[in-house]
């Protein structure tokens, strides 16, 4: 049977959901047989969830997985499937995939790399299985083969590369091709990051091309366990044409995508390229028959989005909308409050969660929509996009005497743009009253000469208490409104701006932020032949970045606190991302801004920057959880760590500084003083 009906399946699971991941599993096989697939490779671990941290340590976490796959195996009749799960085997973890053919399972393969790097520490879980081993594993009263292996079923050779397997250089792909394998399955738990999809396509078609086999690859979907988003992206490709590739960023529990291989051609290939026989007891034999499939011609198209010039706009709209879905429902919360400045940073925030409502319309309908938030009955009634926002985003406004009209028009125009409810409240007696009581307390006046930071907190913090009770009172999610610039510097009052449940920007830098928004507002979201934007974001859009904490003759702006946005950004993708010393980031900022800010600038902002990242380290500490987005992840608990207390670079701050003296060209023409 050479024409076969394959399918990769993605799936949005939640760790050690035990009933609901079994569900979405069943329901993907039922679709796949109703689609007429022979063949369905379904992600990563999705029995137990990819995110179950230490839990994995558990006996009943592999037990629980253990009786969730005796569960699913009835509901294979007709299909061949593979399924993810945590296996013990003389008494170590192995993360591995189950491939079962019509009710039964014919055996467990491997992983054999282990990802140990950025948001991954698979290796404190799992053992890495070597290459070319086989041993057999006792599950309840039969024994089933185990490790790396290759299942020949009616002919057709089938084996695996599980997720990092295909990201390494040694991949098991090369021994499958010695080994004649028809598919490869790639079951997969890749977190999103901006453009990796492309990455992944590379591999997946090379795969195909280079070991002359037909590749599936699949993905999770969703937000599954609070930081990582797993944009659902799955492909097939076969001899190194990518045939079909799957929607991203989607609502769904579950999506099936198929297309038809012809393994005659794959076999045609592969006999006109010299491989060596392959050895080792790798085979597993069995019977099955495949359904007879039609030809197809079939390639793969792009999305939509991803064919036009605002792919990391896009990406970060749909995979930031989706993650706030996930975390909302899996939470059971009612809705999002945020504190709305009317800047940049919380406009970005209720922005998204409007996007949140119209993209999960345009996904899977507003019907669909209220039904995975059927818990929250206010919503159930409302047949608008505006008339759901109104009960799930709430934000409130809290001006001082320092706080502008323009910021008020800004976060009242954004909220009514979206339909959002909207609270307007004056903390300025609040301030005051704290004020009071400290001076009476010390015997002095606070003034702005002497206590500039402390008047500016006390603002912040106060604002913390009014939020967090509206919160509650609604049994909402409270979103801290902080950028990752921010995050690098701790500009953010700990206990006030920093208050959320958490913070779904903390990813991304200021300077690009403030871009987003003007495409949000004036191009959008592309779907369906339409755009989606929000027009309430023109009044911030025309806004220099400011805390307003400072009286407003003082004319506070954020980069008169800092440094220019862009250059602390370049700062900290060199120093952080690169690990650069002192030094070689402010020559680095030297060639990269060379005719746009003085040296002196860019000396002062190299020098503030370190001391600034190695003295808050302990705010990064505890920041709200943040969604990861690409390598420039500052989360400590995640992707970077630091230490809480360290030398603060002294040493490597006084070598900038002499050799910043001994090249001191003043007097450049051309340059901005900032």
């Given at each position: 049977?050479?024409?076969?009906?394959?399918?990769?399946?993605?799936?949005?699971?939640?760790?050690?959901?035990?009933?609901?991941?079994?569900?979405?599993?069943?329901?993907?096989?039922?679709?796949?047989?109703?689609?007429?697939?022979?063949?369905l490779?379904?992600?990563?671990?999705?029995?137990?969830?990819?995110?179950?941290?230490?839990?994995?340590?558990?006996?009943?976490?592999?037990?629980?997985?253990?009786?969730?796959?005796?569960?699913?195996?009835p509901?294979?009749?007709?299909?061949?499937?593979?399924?993810?799960?945590?296996?013990?085997?003389?008494?170590?973890?192995?993360?591995?995939?189950?491939?079962?053919?019509?009710?039964?399972?014919?055996?467990?393969?491997?992983k054999?790399h282990?990802?140990?790097?950025?948001?991954?520490?698979?290796?404190?879980?799992?053992?890495?299985?070597?290459?070319?081993?086989?041993?057999?594993?006792?599950?309840?009263?039969?024994?089933?083969?185990?490790?790396?292996?290759?299942?020949?079923?009616?002919?057709?050779?089938?084996?695996?590369?599980?997720?990092?397997?295909?990201?390494?250089?040694?991949?098991?792909?090369?021994?499958?091709?010695?080994?004649?394998?028809?598919?490869i399955?790639?079951?997969?738990?890749?977190?999103?990051?901006?453009?990796?999809?492309?990455?992944r396509?590379?591999?997946?078609?090379?795969?195909?091309?280079?070991?002359?086999?037909?590749y599936?690859?699949?993905?999770?979907?969703?937000?599954e366990?609070?930081?990582?988003?797993?944009?659902?992206?799955?492909?097939?490709?076969?001899?190194?044409?990518?045939?079909?590739?799957?929607?991203?960023?989607?609502?769904?529990?579950?999506?099936?995508?198929?297309?038809?291989?012809?393994?005659?051609?794959?076999?045609?290939?592969?006999?006109?390229?010299?491989?060596?026989?392959?050895?080792?007891?790798?085979?597993?034999?069995?019977?099955?028959?495949?359904?007879?499939?039609?030809?197809?011609?079939?390639?793969?198209?792009?999305?939509?989005?991803?064919?036009?010039?605002?792919?990391?706009?896009?990406?970060?709209?749909?995979?930031?909308s989706?993650?706030?879905?996930?975390?909302?429902?899996?939470?059971?919360?009612?809705?999002?409050?945020v504190?709305?400045?009317?800047?940049?940073?919380?406009?970005?925030?209720?922005a998204?969660?409007?996007?949140?409502?119209?993209?999960?319309?345009?996904?899977?309908?507003?019907?669909?929509?209220?039904?995975?938030?059927?818990?929250?009955?206010?919503?159930?009634?409302?047949?608008?996009e505006?008339?759901?926002?109104k009960?799930?985003?709430?934000?409130?406004?809290?001006?001082?005497e320092?706080?502008?009209?323009?910021?008020?028009?800004?976060?009242?125009?954004?909220?009514?743009?979206?339909?959002?409810?909207?609270?307007?409240?004056?903390?300025?007696?609040?301030?005051?009253?704290?004020?009071?009581?400290?001076?009476?307390?010390?015997?002095?006046?606070?003034?702005?000469?002497?206590d500039?930071?402390?008047?500016?907190?006390?603002?912040?913090?106060?604002?913390?208490?009014?939020?967090?009770?509206?919160?509650?009172?609604?049994?909402?999610?409270?979103?801290?409104?902080?950028n990752?610039?921010?995050v690098?510097?701790?500009?953010?009052?700990?206990?006030?701006?920093?208050?959320?449940?958490?913070?779904?920007?903390?990813?991304?830098?200021?300077?690009?932020?403030?871009?987003?928004?003007?495409?949000?507002?004036?191009?959008?979201?592309?779907?369906?032949?339409?755009?989606?934007?929000?027009?309430?974001?023109?009044?911030?859009?025309?806004?220099?970045?400011?805390?307003?904490?400072r009286?407003?003759?003082?004319m506070?702006?954020?980069?008169?606190?800092?440094?220019?946005?862009?250059?602390?950004?370049?700062?900290?993708?060199?120093a952080?991302r690169?690990?650069?010393?002192?030094?070689?980031?402010?020559?680095?900022?030297?060639?990269?801004?060379?005719?746009?800010?003085?040296?002196?600038?860019?000396?002062?902002?190299?020098?503030?920057?370190?001391?600034?990242w190695?003295?808050?380290?302990?705010?990064?500490?505890?920041?709200?959880?943040?969604?990861?987005?690409?390598?420039?992840?500052?989360?400590?608990?995640?992707?970077?760590?630091?230490?809480?207390?360290?030398?603060?670079?002294?040493?490597?701050?006084?070598?900038?500084?002499?050799?910043?003296?001994?090249?001191?060209?003043?007097?450049?023409?051309?340059?901005?003083?900032?």
């Amino acid at each position: 049977m050479p024409l076969l009906k394959v399918a990769a399946g993605t799936i949005n699971t939640t760790p050690l959901a035990w009933e609901e991941n079994k569900k979405h599993i069943i329901e993907s096989i039922e679709e796949a047989r109703n689609q007429h697939v022979s063949l369905l490779c379904l992600p990563e671990l999705c029995i137990t969830g990819y995110g179950c941290e230490d839990a994995f340590y558990s006996p009943n976490t592999l037990t629980q997985a253990i009786e969730s796959l005796h569960e699913i195996v009835p509901h294979t009749s007709g299909i061949a499937v593979s399924v993810g799960l945590p296996m013990q085997f003389n008494s170590k973890i192995y993360n591995t995939a189950c491939f079962i053919v019509n009710k039964r399972i014919l055996g467990f393969v491997a992983k054999q790399h282990l990802p140990n790097y950025g948001v991954f520490y698979e290796d404190r879980w799992f053992h890495r299985w070597p290459a070319n081993a086989r041993d057999e594993i006792k599950v309840r009263d039969f024994s089933y083969p185990f490790g790396d292996l290759v299942f020949d079923v009616s002919g057709i050779r089938i084996g695996f590369e599980i997720c990092e397997d295909a990201w390494v250089a040694q991949r098991p792909g090369r021994n499958h091709f010695d080994r004649g394998v028809d598919v490869i399955l790639n079951p997969s738990a890749s977190p999103f990051a901006f453009h990796k999809f492309i990455t992944r396509e590379r591999f997946v078609i090379d795969g195909s091309r280079s070991y002359s086999c037909s590749y599936v690859y699949t993905n999770l979907l969703g937000n599954e366990s609070g930081r990582l988003i797993f944009d659902g992206d799955a492909m097939i490709a076969s001899n190194g044409t990518l045939l079909a590739s799957s929607p991203r960023f989607g609502y769904h529990d579950y999506h099936i995508t198929s297309a038809v291989i012809d393994t005659d051609v794959t076999r045609l290939s592969h006999s006109q390229i010299k491989s060596a026989l392959p050895t080792g007891n790798w085979k597993v034999v069995d019977t099955f028959e495949w359904h007879e499939a039609a030809p197809a011609y079939q390639v793969a198209e792009l999305e939509p989005f991803e064919r036009e010039g605002y792919l990391k706009e896009e990406e970060f709209a749909r995979a930031v909308s989706l993650a706030l879905f996930d975390y909302l429902r899996k939470s059971r919360s009612q809705g999002f409050t945020v504190s709305l400045s009317g800047g940049a940073d919380s406009c970005a925030c209720v922005a998204l969660c409007g996007l949140m409502i119209r993209l999960a319309d345009e996904s899977i309908g507003l019907a669909a929509f209220k039904q995975k938030l059927s818990y929250i009955k206010k919503i159930q009634q409302e047949t608008t996009e505006e008339g759901i926002a109104k009960h799930l985003i709430h934000s409130i406004y809290q001006g001082t005497e320092n706080s502008s009209t323009d910021t008020l028009e800004s976060a009242k125009s954004l909220a009514d743009s979206i339909g959002s409810t909207f609270y307007n409240v004056n903390i300025n007696g609040l301030v005051e009253s704290y004020k009071d009581l400290i001076e009476q307390q010390i015997g002095r006046d606070l003034t702005w000469e002497q206590d500039d930071i402390p008047l500016q907190n006390i603002q912040a913090r106060v604002r913390a208490p009014g939020v967090w009770l509206l919160t509650n009172l609604y049994g909402h999610l409270l979103l801290a409104t902080s950028n990752r610039s921010e995050v690098a510097v701790g500009y953010c009052t700990m206990d006030g701006d920093t208050a959320g449940s958490i913070s779904p920007i903390a990813g991304i830098d200021k300077f690009w932020l403030r871009q987003w928004l003007v495409w949000l507002e004036t191009i959008g979201c592309h779907v369906k032949g339409k755009n989606i934007k929000i027009e309430g974001l023109k009044k911030v859009n025309s806004l220099q970045p400011t805390a307003e904490l400072r009286p407003q003759h003082k004319m506070q702006t954020d980069e008169k606190d800092l440094m220019p946005y862009e250059v602390l950004d370049a700062i900290e993708k060199v120093a952080i991302r690169d690990k650069k010393s002192p030094i070689d980031c402010f020559r680095f900022m030297e060639v990269r801004f060379a005719e746009r800010y003085t040296r002196d600038v860019l000396f002062t902002s190299v020098e503030r920057f370190f001391k600034l990242w190695s003295r808050n380290q302990w705010k990064r500490e505890r920041y709200a959880p943040s969604f990861h987005l690409d390598d420039l992840n500052l989360d400590p608990r995640s992707w970077c760590r630091f230490p809480i207390l360290s030398g603060g670079f002294e040493k490597e701050l006084e070598e900038l500084s002499a050799y910043y003296e001994g090249k001191n060209h003043k007097g450049r023409k051309g340059k901005i003083g900032f």
